[in-house]
């Protein structure tokens, strides 16, 4: 097994529809690499790492990896369960110092690392960036959990992708190694694989092989880190993710050690929470049955300046990585053509599925036109009370569903609002409205609140969300405890 260019024939058209996209949309640099049969077929790097430096990219360059960093992180978490310091299906919070999960419902030893790990724990929606050119920085830990580490559905209700808990993943390696997560991830995973450019941020040594990650306008965004690292702080070149993708298909390259069994390489992608009928998430791995007739596996990656794809399909041994310093979808088109190239029928599917997604589109476009809008039922109509729970204090909030389908809202002694966009399925509840929590953290940046709530009997009972936008930054996403009752 080794590493091989491939001739500029067989991927000539990608290459090409590479050079095109980029200059159409203006962006800064791609890099790719394909490994198949333990083999790195093709690995390229396109434009500019960092434009104002004429840095070029390779696929040496270290790209910010964005949510590909959680099955990195989910590699770490087996290593230490094979060597006995951590069991999957144990509480978390058996592993947490005096900050530990809180169960606002159903029961918080129920929140094992194994939930943690694929998004069943009942955390909610949660990130939170800071960046060095603020005065605001990072707090620890622990503090973070006091103040998110809320369970707002019970542990194996539902799946809800939270970064938080990929933060606490990494903060319990820490704990369980005493040694930094960004030490530990060096030590007992990167360099034993031959990762040798990627590191938990840009680590010492390593700054000039960083690419630069850019915004809407083209400028570089100032560095920025978050209270979720292993959910999304990893950084690492195309060829070495690469590598990555084929130990976890146990196509080992010579210089890679084996730092897990294949019977643990084996249990992460099998999915143990369902996010669709043919979807689910394993130990930090998504997991796509039916991939246009295959059964594929990986993550993607999207923060300010990331769009990252990292694509497995098992059965024909192949990986696929294509890393972006802006915010674009060009990494999935190319791993789409990829796909298309060397799969057997993938292209002829992908055609049928895009033909049948288009004239799907075109049939709610019509059907928008004629469709009502939001009608409570029966049992939803009325006043609901309560209150949102933060770190500094509650507020009232009271929602009023109209027969109309208006839907009042009001926030402490704040001016009355309208929920909007509101929607109910499966008895989930979800809007979004005007309003300010307080808080000194949701308060740093202008913030719409989303309410994701259930309907059960007559409480209603979820997260109310801070939720920023800003096309360039990202900003938090801050979930609170929220519970209400019905009164007639």
Known sequence: MGSA????????????????RMVEQSLPSLAVAVARDGTILWEEGFGWADRENRVPATEHTMYSLASISKPITATGVMVLKEQGKLDLDRPINDYLG??????RIGE??????????????????????FYEDETYGRPSMDQTILRY?????????????????????????????????????RQDLFLPLGMTRASVDVAPGLEAHAAVRYGADGLPIPFYGFDHPGGSAVYCSAHDLVRFGMFHLKARLPDQKAILSDAALDEMPAPTS?????????????VNEDKLGYHGIGHGGGMGGVCTALEIIPSEKLVVVALANSNTDLPWVVAEEIFSLLLPGYRERRAERQAKEQAEKEEKERAGKTTPGFTPPAELTGDWRGAVHTYQGEIPL???????????????DQLMTLLNDVELKDNRLTGRMLGDVGTEDANRRPSHLHADLTLRGNVLNGALIAITHHPSRSGHALSHWVELTKHD
């Open 274 to 286: 369902r996010t669709g009928e043919t979807s689910g998430y394993g130990v930090g791995w998504s």
């Open 5 to 20: 260019r491939t001739d500029d024939v067989e991927f000539s058209a990608i290459r090409e529809m590479i050079h095109s």
């Open 98 to 103: 005096e900050a530990k999960l809180n169960a």
């Open 398 to 412: 009271t929602l009023s569903f109209k027969q109309s389908g208006d839907v009042h809202a009001r926030l402490g």
């Open 149 to 185: 580490g809320n369970l707002v559905t019970p542990p194996g209700e539902r799946h809800q992708y939270s970064n938080l808990g990929y933060g606490i993943l990494d903060y319990v390696i820490e704990r369980l190694s005493a040694r930094s997560y960004a030490d530990f991830m």
């Open 108 to 129: 918080a030893a129920e929140a094992t690392v194994r939930r943690v790990a694929n998004h069943t724990s009942g955390l909610p929606l949660h990130w939170h960036f």
